[in-house]
C-alpha cells in the first residue's frame, strides 16, 4: 500500500524516522511519495530518497510558505527537476484559508509551477485549501489535469466536474473524522479509479489525536474507513488506489 503524500522529512520525523519507516513496512506499506514545501527542503528529500528504494520525491514550493518564496526560486526548482530524479512537481497550488498569505503571489507562483509541469511532462501534486474552484479555473486555464489533488475537501459535484477531466483525488485522516460527513458524501461518489489515500504525516492527526503527530502507520486507518464507506474489501481499495498511484507517478 503506497502514501501518495506523507511529509517523511519533516523534523518531527527526525528522532525517530527509522523507526517509524520500519513499522509501517512491517505493516505492508509500501512506498511513500514525499512532496516538498520549499526550496531549503529540496537537499533533505533527496538524500531521503537515496537512502531507501521506497521513498519517491516530489519537488516544488508550497502556497502556505508563499513568503519564503523568492522569485529566483523557480529557477532552482526547474533546474533541480532537470538534474534530480522526482516524481511530481509539488506540493504547489493555494492556500485561500488563511487571509495573510498573499493571494496573488500564490497564483504567479502556482501558473509557473504549473507551465513548468507541462514542459516537463510531471504530475503536479496541489494542495488546495479553501480554493478548490479557483484551482480547478487554473488548471483548465492551462488545459493541464496530469495531477493529484491532495487532501481533497471540495463537494461532490466539484469532485465529479474535477474528476472527469483525469485529476485524481487524494483522501487523507480527514475522513476518518465521524462528523466529516460532507466529505463522507464525497468518498462515496468517487469512482476508485480517480482515487489515491494518503497520510499527509505528520501533519493532520487523526481527529481524535488532536495533538499528537499523524504517522505513516495511520495510512491504515484512512484505507480501512474509505473501504467501509464505499461497502467493499480492503484489499479492493488499495488495489485501485495502488494502481493509481503507479499510473500517475510513474512508479
Ligand atoms: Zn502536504
Keep these: 500500500m503506497i502514501d501518495s503524500h506523507i511529509h517523511l522529512d519533516d523534523r518531527r520525523f527526525d528522532a525517530d524516522r527509522s523507526q517509524l519507516l520500519v513499522e509501517a513496512r512491517q505493516t505492508g506499506i509500501t512506498g511513500f511519495v514525499v512532496p516538498a514545501t520549499m526550496v531549503s527542503g529540496f537537499a533533505k528529500i533527496k538524500a531521503l530518497a537515496h537512502e531507501h528504494d521506497d521513498v519517491f520525491p516530489a519537488y516544488g514550493l508550497h502556497p502556505y510558505f508563499v513568503h519564503q518564496h523568492q522569485p529566483n526560486d523557480l529557477q532552482i526548482l526547474a533546474d533541480f527537476l532537470q538534474n534530480n530524479q522526482a516524481v511530481a512537481l509539488g506540493e ?86 465521524p462528523n466529516a460527513r460532507k466529505l463522507h458524501q464525497v468518498i462515496k461518489s468517487v469512482a476508485l479509479e480517480h482515487m489515491v489515500i494518503e497520510t499527509d504525516a505528520p501533519d493532520q492527526p487523526l481527529y481524535n489525536n488532536k495533538n499528537g503527530r499523524n504517522l505513516p502507520v495511520c495510512l491504515w486507518q484512512v484505507a480501512e474507513f474509505i473501504a467501509e464507506q464505499k461497502d467493499i474489501a480492503v484489499t479492493q481499495l488499495i488495489q485501485a488506489c495502488d494502481d493509481n498511484c503507479r499510473r500517475v507517478f510513474a512508479l
Excluded at 484559508?97 to 509551477?113: C, M, P
Excluded at 479555473?137 to 466536474?161: I, P, W
Excluded at 474528476?163 to 487523507?172: A, K
Design 92 to 177: 504547489c497550488g493555494l492556500d485561500f484559508y488563511r487571509d495573510d498569505l498573499d493571494r496573488n503571489k500564490q497564483q504567479v507562483f502556482f501558473e509557473q509551477q504549473l507551465e513548468m509541469a507541462k514542459d516537463m511532462d510531471l504530475p503536479l501534486i496541489l494542495h488546495v485549501n479553501g480554493a478548490v474552484q479557483a484551482v480547478f479555473e487554473l488548471l483548465k486555464k492551462h488545459q493541464y489535469f496530469n495531477a493529484v489533488m491532495h487532501s481533497f475537501n471540495g463537494s461532490a459535484e466539484q469532485a465529479r466536474q474535477i474528476t472527469e477531466t483525469g485529476v485524481i483525488l487524494g483522501f487523507g485522516t480527514a475522513v476518518v473524522n
